[in-house]
Structures are given as C-alpha cells and as structure tokens.
C-alpha cells in the first residue's frame, strides 16, 4: 500500500518559536494532501486542505498566519507553526490521496508537538 | 455532510467475531461509507468501504444495510492488535469532497 511519512515524529519546542513538520508521499504522487490536529481524547480535526502548486484552503477558525502550509510538489507538504505556543501542543497528522482514485486517503504516522 | 453515530466504546474477546455497527440515517444516495481505524498513538488507517453492496477485503467486512441507514463493519477474529479507535465516515461523491469528517468514533478493546 501507499506510504506517507512524517518528520519529525515529535518536537519539543519554547514558546515562541516556529517548528516545520513535513510530509511525505514516498511512493506514489499526490495531488492533495491534509493537515489534521488531534488534542488528547479528542478525534481529528481537519485544518487545512492543499493541492500541489497552489494555496492551502483552510478550515474554518484556522489562522492561515500561523499555519503555513507549503505543497511544492506532488510528493512534499510542509505544515509550519509559526510562534508556537502551549496551546499549539497537539498530534499533527498529514495524509494524502492518490492522483487518480478519490476513494482512499493515506496517513502519516502523526507528530506530537510540544510547546514548553 | 451526513452524519454518523457510534457507540464510544465496545468490547470483544480475542479470537472472537466484533460487529461494530454505524447509523447513518441521512445518508444520501451518492454517499460512500467508509472505515478507517486509528491505533494509539498512530495516523488512521483506511479499513474498508461501500456503497451498497457488501464489501470484503483482507481487514474486515462491510455490511451495508437495504436501506443504506446503517451499516456493520465486522473483524472476523479480533486480536490485539485491532484495539484501535473505529471510525464511519460518510463521503460524497458528487462535491468531490475529499476531506474526511472523523466523529468520535468507537473505541474497540480487545480482551486477551
């Protein structure tokens, strides 16, 4: 099956300071790929949806300003926390769907964000 | 998007059969069910989906009733392993929508 990965799969980080996390399709092309965040005990949320050379669609209460999201290629997407704070902390999850079937979504294996 | 509704949390035997059942009584006729399930600590994983007919693949089955308002999945013999978070997401095909919608889910526990 398809593979997607993440890095890192976690970080410790001061308040105030910016952390990337990327994603990765390591085998096939993906033509959208999207960023959820899970708090403990909670289910995911979807933040922001992006296809490849173009400009993430964001949720809904999502600031775009602070969650940067870069899709350069087909293989790649990078979720950047810009002055991330305690309330940042959370389990990241990426996935992405293959450029010719709408049917399955894969995920990545999550990263846990730790803002001190 | 139609919703779906859960029991939290269920319980089975290892080695044993577990149904997990999912209403979704606003389903609309282009609506595909889909099953992911979500190990601790672990992106989801895609299970299994339908429109309308049963579906079986190599992870579970998919029982999808006649009128489409609900639906089974079923692990034919629960391990350990399938102590997971299950979730019926319904999708559809029209919007071309392909964001997932997860609800609370339900939280398998398999018993040794």
């Known amino acids: 099956g398809a593979v997607v990965s993440q890095h890192p799969s976690w970080v410790i980080c001061k308040s105030g300071t910016s952390v990337k996390i990327e994603c990765r399709s390591l085998?096939?092309?993906?033509?959208?790929m999207f960023w959820y965040r899970q708090f403990p005990k909670q289910s995911l949320m979807l933040m922001a949806t992006?296809?490849?050379?173009?400009?993430?669609?964001?949720e809904q209460g999502v600031e775009k300003d602070k969650f940067l999201i870069n899709h350069a290629s087909l293989t790649l997407s990078t979720l950047t926390v810009t002055s991330a704070h305690p309330e940042d902390s959370s389990f990241y999850i990426c996935?992405?769907?293959?450029?010719?079937?709408?049917?399955?979504?894969?995920f990545g294996p999550g990263t846990r964000l730790t803002v001190l | 998007d139609a919703k779906t509704t859960q029991p939290n949390s269920m319980e089975s035997n290892e080695e044993e059969p577990v149904h997990l059942p999912c209403n979704h009584s606003?389903?609309?006729?282009?609506?595909?069910i889909h099953w992911y399930r979500q190990l601790p600590s672990q992106g989801p994983e895609y299970v299994i989906h339908?429109?309308?007919s049963n579906v079986n693949n190599r992870m579970a089955s998919l029982a999808i009733a006649e009128d489409r308002k609900s639906s089974t999945l079923i692990l034919h013999r629960a391990t350990l392993r399938d102590a997971a978070v299950y979730y019926c997401?319904?999708?559809?095909?029209?919007?071309?929508?392909?964001?997932?919608?997860f609800g609370t889910g339900t939280r398998l526990t398999v018993i040794p």
């Open positions: 606003t389903i609309s006729g282009t609506d595909y």
């Open positions: 992006s296809n490849e050379g173009s400009k993430a669609t964001y």
């Open positions: 997401i319904l999708r559809d095909a029209r919007t071309g929508a392909n964001n997932l919608f």
């Open positions: 085998d096939f092309q993906a033509t959208t």
């Open positions: 339908g429109l309308t």
């Open positions: 996935s992405a769907q293959l450029r010719a079937t709408y049917n399955e979504q894969f």
